[in-house]
Structures are given as structure tokens and as C-alpha cells.
């Protein structure tokens, strides 16, 4: 092996390394999201709702996975689709984008109190989340009696309870 050879190995193996430290110090937030490595088997929700188990092998399967489609097992894409379908089913009773946001007018939502352990419901004028909102405490309580309480606390709101 020539000098010029192992310089060009001492390189790239600093830039190996670098990468790794780069990745070692990345932060760590728990976050669910998985990303299968090539030629793994994931499971996906196509269209219809039923899971299907692909291998990841194309740009395709990028695509699954940038549109947050891509499940580690059968079970996990089972409950995103139970999910989908709960928040769906909360959007019938939710306001539509012709809903007056004025500082004046209320909008209510769900949410879990803790301490109450309780579904409960919120009014606002002047504060927008990326949640759902309802005309009003009537209508989003409808909405959870329509979806049913526990899938409401489950799939919509997250909440695991004993």
C-alpha cells in the first residue's frame, strides 16, 4: 500500500468518524417515529385502512416513510389506523375553515386532565392549537359520545391509562 493510499484510508475514516460523533450527539427525544433500514420488513396503511407489510428496498418506500407511514409492527400500523379513523370521526363535529377566529368568538376543545382523570372541554378566544375545535361544549361533547369516550382518550388524546 502506497503513503497516497493510506492517506486517502486515514481520510475518509476521519470523516467516518466525525459523522459518528456528529450522530452521538445528536439529542435524544423518545419519539416514536422508526425508520426501517434496507431490506427490512415494515408495515404501512394503504388507502383502505388495512395494514400491509412491504420491505424497504426503494424510493417508494421513502415516501412511506416521509409521509409518517411507516410501522415497526402490525400492531403499531393497527392503532395509527384506529387513530386516524377516531380523529376523523371527531372532525364531523368539528368547525369547518369558515369558523370566525376574532378574539371575540369561542371555540371549545377536548382535553385530558390529569388530575380530574376526565375528559374535559376548553374555550377559546384567542389561543389556536393544532387540535381540533367545536362550535360548541354541546357539539364536542357529542363528538366524544358519537366516538366513544375511551377511544377518544386513547387514539385523539394519547392517554394511557392503568
Not at 415494515?42 to 424510493?59: K, Q, R, T, W
Not at 385530558?112 to 378566544?125: A, D, L, Q, T
Request: charge should be negative; proline fraction near 2%.
Amino acid at each position: 500500500m502506497t503513503k497516497e493510499q493510506i492517506s486517502k484510508e486515514i481520510k475518509e475514516c476521519e470523516e467516518r468518524l466525525a459523522k459518528l460523533r456528529e450522530e452521538m450527539n445528536k439529542p435524544e427525544y423518545g419519539g416514536r417515529r422508526w425508520k426501517p433500514k434496507a431490506g427490512d420488513t415494515y408495515c404501512c396503511l394503504p388507502s383502505d385502512g388495512n395494514v400491509a407489510e412491504l420491505h424497504f428496498d426503494s424510493e417508494y418506500d421513502l415516501d412511506v416513510y416521509a409521509h409518517g407511514n411507516c410501522f415497526k409492527t402490525e400492531e403499531e400500523a393497527r392503532f395509527e389506523a384506529e387513530r386516524r379513523k377516531v380523529i376523523a370521526e371527531l372532525s364531523d363535529f368539528a368547525e369547518g375553515d369558515e369558523a370566525v377566529w376574532d378574539g371575540n368568538t369561542g371555540h371549545w376543545k377536548i382535553y385530558y386532565s390529569f388530575s380530574e382523570k376526565k375528559i374535559c372541554y376548553g374555550r377559546y378566544f384567542v389561543m389556536k392549537e393544532a387540535v381540533l375545535y367545536f362550535p360548541s361544549a354541546e357539539a364536542a361533547k357529542a363528538a366524544v359520545e358519537a366516538v366513544g369516550e375511551d377511544r377518544v382518550k386513547k387514539y385523539y388524546l394519547g392517554i394511557k391509562e392503568d
